[in-house]
């Protein structure tokens, strides 16, 4: 599936967006329902994801790929410090 602006105004908002992910060498989490925190499903009784937004540019050209994940998201577990165990 792809995605285009239509005017200057998404142009805009679409570039920046995918700039500051370029500039920061990362991704953004992106997630559905309150607060957006829940998985993204894409259609009719579908398979839930998790999804991650990925933004490059190159000059005036940019693109933002969304990479979906059915992996659950876990905290790490905390290192046991020496002397603990």
Do not use: C, W
């Amino acid at each position: 599936m792809q995605l285009r602006h239509v005017d200057g105004v998404t142009y805009d908002f679409l570039f920046a967006i995918a700039k500051e992910l370029d500039e920061k060498d990362s991704v953004m989490l992106l997630g559905a329902g309150d607060g957006g925190k829940g998985p993204l499903v894409l259609q009719s009784n579908g398979s839930p994801y998790r999804g991650f937004l990925d933004g490059r540019i190159k000059g005036d050209s940019f693109v933002l790929l969304l990479h979906l994940s059915s992996m659950e998201l876990k905290k790490p577990a905390a290192k046991a410090e020496k002397g603990d165990e």
